[in-house]
């Protein structure tokens, strides 16, 4: 991408300089036909085939992260984390092992949503009907705050959730309190 931003930044450069230079008697397709599609399309070509390239290799991972499903729903949000004695769902409340990369399978029940921790930069949208997949690492343990990012109705603006990050070693004992202290829902 950065190559073929800089051709074509070059080429504008060049044409700029020869626009300052003594006039030139030049047809007006060749600007067109030349110049415009002649140079813009391999360019675009180009950087079209490497970011399919590269986006074939990025998507999806199976390199042993951990995978957490997030569900939205109007107005709230369910997340199922794999627990030794089975999965664990959790409503407004994610849980994640500090230091360690986790996938968020995303998806939603009725509307748009958008899941957003600022604190870790992660935003998706979750969209009825499809599966979005996001990769969040929190480096630290600590409490923070996620939110829906997208208008989705009336209740919207209490569509929160808490991400408690703590120690990989204690990631499952707080995946089973949670449990244990009613907060899992049993659907």
Not at 12 to 39: D, Q, Y
Not at 80 to 98: F, Q
Request: glycine content about 12%; some cysteine; aromatic content about 6%.
């Amino acid at each position: 991408m950065l190559g073929g931003a800089a051709v074509l930044t070059l080429l504008v450069l060049v044409l700029l300089a020869m626009a300052f230079g003594p006039p030139r008697k030049v047809a007006a397709r060749r600007w067109t036909h030349g110049l415009g599609l002649g140079l813009s399309l391999p360019v675009l070509g180009v950087m079209l085939a490497a970011g399919l390239w590269v986006g074939e290799r990025v998507l999806p991972r199976d390199d042993g992260a951990l995978k957490i499903e997030v569900h939205a729903v109007q107005w709230y949000w369910e997340f199922t984390a794999p627990g030794s004695d089975g999965p664990v769902m959790t409503r407004d409340r994610l849980i994640l092992p500090a230091g360690e990369p986790v996938d968020l399978v995303i998806t939603s029940e009725d509307v748009i949503h958008s899941f957003w921790v600022p604190q870790l930069g992660g935003k998706m949208d979750a969209i009825p009907g499809r599966t979005n997949r996001l990769r969040l690492q929190a480096d630290a343990p600590g409490v923070l705050v996620g939110q829906c990012a997208e208008f989705c109705g009336l209740g919207h603006a209490v569509m929160r959730f808490e991400v408690e990050v703590v120690d990989p070693d204690d990631w499952e004992d707080a995946l089973r309190a949670t449990a244990d202290n009613g907060e899992a829902e049993d659907d």
